[in-house]
């Protein structure tokens, strides 16, 4: 079941500036869906849209396969937490949470029930007479969810609500808000720039730049399989190859490439010489050996060689930058002693991601 579709919808602001191009989008009941894309590309103004304080210039918005454009805000069902937690600081954690309820004059021992749930769910037992100034950033955040949860909405919009707080509170708020999603079980619209909080908790993800959705999947396909340069570089870290296809064989093409010169490329679609081909390799799927690799037979193994020119060690992980020639390939990989000076670099042939520069 479908619980908000937007079908080509378009924002102009000031009859000149298009903030959202065209997107189409269908959320599933139920689901933690995101968008992510870097700031102004008009994820706040797709939420607008869903919530009722903007109308689409074109397009059409159906909650529950009901059309909401024309509905007022306070009658779609649908409630917004902010970023800046929008908390009524003459109110206690109670009164604010209660607040929605008692616009709608629900009885004392409803409203009661109602908020009691939503303190338990949000984990503030022992802080609902405190007041917004007596609150760490974490405690208001979760008030804002209470506040906006307790009017029991279908969609719950959530406008980039972590971006106040430290990392470590950032990773903890996280994993409760994944809880409190599978609890509520609730659509939850989720707006970020940042790619791993995106990609740790959705279900689906919309990558967007300038207004319109590049792409759309799980986590795991806008990672393993971008569409195109701009994907691939915006969720996560890569290499970049671009170059114009020299050689065409049975399973292999050659690329003369602009940075390391010709290489080869495994061929799963069809090319012809000619036409300019990008490609993006990860950095934990280089590997940096010392000895020179043995490729299986038939396997066209690339095999560069270069020099050590920054090892940035993490712990978990140690960031190569390997210099060849007069470019720069970053690989990732556990740390390991004996790297520095000379190596070579290498990959497999499945592990990369190509498409045709045009597409970009
Ligand atoms: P994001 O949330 O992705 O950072 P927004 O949706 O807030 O982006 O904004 C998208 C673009 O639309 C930005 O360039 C912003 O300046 C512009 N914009 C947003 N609201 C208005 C408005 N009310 N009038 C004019 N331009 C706006
Ligand atoms: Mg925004």
Redesign the pocket.
Known sequence: EYSVVLSNVT?I??DS?T??DNVSLTIEQGEFFS?L????????????MIAGF?DPTFGNITLNGKNIIGTPPNEREVNTVFQNYALFPHLNVFENIAFSLRLRREPEDQVRRKVKEMIELTRLNGHVEKMPSQLSGGQKQRVAIARALVGRPTVLLL??PLAALDAKLRQHMLVELDTIHDEVGITFIY?T?DQSEAMSISDHVAV?NE?EIIQLGTPFEVYESPVNAFVANFIGETNFFTGNVVKVEDEYFLLDTEKFGEIWFYKDMEVIEGQEIQVSLRPEKVKVTRDMPVAPEGVKLNVLKGVVDETIYLGNQTKYTVAIGQSYLKAFKQHVRYLFDEVIITWKDDVYVWWFADDS
Do not use: N, Q, Y
Request: glycine content about 16%.
């Open positions: 924002k602001f000031d500036f903030a959202v968008l894309g870097p700031s102004g590309c008009g994820k706040t103004t797709i939420l607008r903007e406008d980039e707006v720039h967007m207004g």
